[in-house]
């Protein structure tokens, strides 16, 4: 018995028909720049003033990123632990009441249709967040069970608070004992009447947390948490800077790294867990779980395609780069960029097999272009084992004092 509940608000539009977030007022009044993009039919900022001074804010002070387009679902009732054990690769068991726990889901080939991060609120009672949209998988999946699932993507507005004087920021902001809550934990504040949820989850690869709160008490907790964040040099950033930092912190994005499996249109171009490296978010002791009997023919026979994080010569991002090995094609390059903060240049590639072992030594075929001239350079790179950025910052508990 599985029903959908309506979300409890409803997002506004603004004149150009594209959806705005409860921020939006803040978020308007701080983008200088005008520069706007489209998050899943949301209106939000590509950057706002200055994208390498917000991606320095985000590394050396505190960044704050308006996280309320992204897909949530609440998802709760009696089976709930067990629905969401049938439909995502990781073992839900494991994942205790106030805690987060990152996940992919398949089809039942074994191909990723999302990654995203389960809340445990409650017992049975979770919140599921997604970067695609992914209401009917969540039906389809549901038969069976019994099972409510709501999309409250409008009803829940958010914040990414993000760097090394974030956990001081929000504790000046009144939320005493922050400091406490370790990575992937969970805990509640009272706030101006209503609920804030705080969790220690953030896409930068930061010491970070992300702010959860009801729609109509979003501009006061953005003044709020802007005018306590002052002294420890707090600014908003866009996409464009989050961009730069995920990359630097080795996560991969959907839809750019690569594409949900129910939106391919030709065969082939989907990847299973293993082939995107996170391999070690599928727990094939579990009895059943969609895919499952597709990963463990995977597992037997060897895999497809490697996610290779790629160390590139020179300082020329190799976006949208063939990966060369001996002069032939072996692979495509997702995301690149380069990293200010590890000062290196960094590609995610798709390298077929049996290349991009760890040490294996490719070439990226880069194309760039400057005032109207296409140049094309042969970029030595080498694979490397982990992210170029991964500091201590992110996981001590309790945090430095910045």
């Given at each position: 018995?599985?029903?959908a ?9 603004d ?13 308007k009044e701080?983008?200088q720049l005008?520069?706007?993009g489209?998050w899943?039919?949301y ?13 320095f ?8 990123i308006?996280l ?7 998802i709760?009732?009696p ?18 009441v ?5 996940t ?13 991060t389960?809340f445990h ?9 997604a ?14 069970f019994?099972?409510?699932?709501e999309?409250?993507?409008a ?15 929000l ?16 805990t ?21 947390y ?7 008490k979003?501009e006061?907790?953005?003044?709020r ?10 600014r ?18 959907a839809?750019?790294d ?8 030709r ?17 094939l002791d ?14 037997a026979e ?26 032939k ?6 995301s ?10 960094v ?5 077929e ?6 040490g294996?030594?490719l070439v ?5 272009q400057?005032?109207?001239?296409w ?11 982990a992210?170029v950025?991964?500091p201590?910052?992110?996981?001590a508990?309790p945090?430095?004092d910045f």
């Amino acid at each position: 018995n599985h029903q959908a509940g309506r979300s409890v608000m409803t997002a506004k539009s603004d004149d150009t028909m594209m959806l705005t977030t409860p921020f939006h007022s803040r978020v308007k009044e701080a983008c200088q720049l005008n520069c706007w993009g489209n998050w899943m039919g949301y209106t939000t900022p590509n950057a706002y003033e200055d994208v390498e001074l917000e991606y320095f804010a985000v590394r050396n002070t505190t960044g704050v990123i308006d996280l309320s387009p992204m897909h949530k679902y609440r998802i709760s009732g009696p089976d709930a632990e067990a629905y969401l054990n049938r439909l995502v690769t990781r073992d839900v068991t494991k994942i205790r009441v106030g805690r987060v726990g990152y996940t992919v889901w398949c089809d039942d080939a074994g191909q990723v249709l999302d990654d995203g991060t389960i809340f445990h609120l409650a017992e049975n009672d979770y919140r599921l967040c997604a970067y695609a949209r992914a209401m009917d998988w969540l039906h389809w999946a549901a038969m069976g069970f019994d099972v409510s699932i709501e999309d409250e993507t409008a009803a829940v507005a958010a914040l990414a608070v993000q760097g090394p004087t974030s956990c001081a920021a929000l504790t000046a902001m009144g939320l005493s004992g922050l400091d406490q809550l370790k990575p992937f934990g969970l805990t509640e504040f009272e706030f101006e009447g209503e609920t804030l949820m705080v969790s220690r989850t953030g896409f930068t690869g930061d010491l970070g947390y992300e702010l959860w709160i009801a729609p109509h008490k979003a501009e006061v907790l953005w003044d709020r948490l802007f005018a306590a964040g002052q002294p420890h040099i707090i600014r908003p950033f866009g996409t464009d800077a989050l961009e730069m930092a995920r990359i630097e912190a080795g996560f991969l994005q959907a839809g750019v790294d690569f594409m949900p499996a129910e939106e391919v249109m030709r065969a082939g171009r989907s990847r299973s867990p293993f082939e995107l490296g996170l391999g070690w978010l599928v727990d094939l002791d579990k009895p059943v779980f969609n895919g499952r009997r597709a990963l463990l023919q995977e597992q037997a026979e060897g895999s497809r395609y490697r996610f290779a994080i790629l160390d590139v010569d020179g300082n020329k991002p190799a976006h949208h780069s063939f990966i060369l090995k001996n002069n032939k094609q072996v692979g495509t390059v997702t995301s690149a960029a380069w990293c200010p903060t590890a000062k290196t240049n960094v590609a995610f590639a798709q390298i077929e097999m049996p290349h991009g072992a760890v040490g294996e030594e490719l070439v990226a075929e880069i194309y760039y272009q400057r005032e109207l001239h296409w140049t094309r350079v042969l970029a030595p790179c080498k694979v490397i084992d982990a992210p170029v950025f991964n500091p201590s910052r992110r996981r001590a508990t309790p945090p430095t004092d910045f």
